[in-house]
């Protein structure tokens, strides 16, 4: 059992790099202009239900790019260096940027199709029990129902989630340390972590605002991608 670490110059590659300036740079562009009553990039960049009067079909890569405060884009961009270096060193640059456009496009798609779905699902209760509510809570559903369908999605998780899936693949005996102290398996930490996302998915709890399904979508394709890539190559554990 070994422990895989980029080393020397490597520790910041190219791309893991760049990505990190332009998540921070956009971040900064979000509170400046938000403070400043401007124009509202959610609205603009955020990924949002395709029923939405704000929905464009740019926000499937902007989304990737935009975060919903420092914590958020704290921990993906973590992240992102973390496992994001490692990979970029493994494959090199133009690998590494495909794979994690294609992780986070596909993470969108996924969560673009639950929530068109459960969206769905509401529209049509709502339809059915409209003629048999007052005004006002016809108003009160109405405006519940738009908000849901112009809530915005935002983050680079479904992306990084690609990079972990993808680094619990190619290193699954590292080991990756919980809370710092806490040593586990990659491959086992992937696993725990994607069965958590699927059972919260599912559960579908009132007042959690994680994209859960746009995660696993990520972690699919990253792991779809590095399966198809190695499938001629003798595998080798770290």
């Not at 395709?50 to 990737?64: A, G, K």
């Not at 919980?178 to 990659?186: E, H, N, Q, V």
């Not at 919260?200 to 994209?211: F, I, T, W």
Request: hydrophobic content about 50%; glycine content about 8%.
């Amino acid at each position: 059992m070994t422990e895989f670490r980029p080393g020397g110059f490597q520790v910041l590659p190219v791309v893991v790099k760049n990505l990190l300036i332009i998540n921070g740079l956009v971040f900064l562009a979000q509170i400046t202009f938000e403070k400043a009553g401007l124009v509202s990039m959610y609205d603009l960049f955020a990924l949002h239900d395709v029923r939405s009067p704000f929905f464009r079909p740019h926000q499937f890569l902007t989304h990737m790019f935009l975060h919903g405060g420092f914590d958020h884009i704290l921990f993906n961009m973590f992240a992102l260096w973390m496992f994001g270096s490692v990979l970029e060193n493994y494959w090199g640059p133009k690998r590494f940027i495909i794979f994690y456009l294609a992780c986070g496009l596909g993470a969108a798609f996924l969560h673009m199709g639950v929530l068109y779905y459960e969206n769905t699902i509401d529209l049509n209760r709502l339809y059915a029990i409209l003629p048999q509510l007052d005004q006002i809570q016809q108003e009160r559903e109405t405006i519940r129902i738009s908000k849901q369908i112009n809530q915005a999605t935002v983050g680079a998780s479904g992306a990084v989630f690609g990079c972990l899936a993808a680094f619990g693949y190619l290193f699954p005996n590292s080991l990756i340390y919980l809370y710092f102290f806490i040593p586990i398996k990659a491959k086992w930490f992937v696993m725990m972590y994607a069965a958590m996302e699927f059972f919260l998915g599912v559960r579908n709890s009132a007042g959690d605002n994680v994209a859960h399904w746009a995660h696993l979508g990520g972690a699919l394709v990253g792991f779809l991608l590095v399966l198809y890539w190695n499938k001629t190559k003798r595998r080798r554990f770290y």
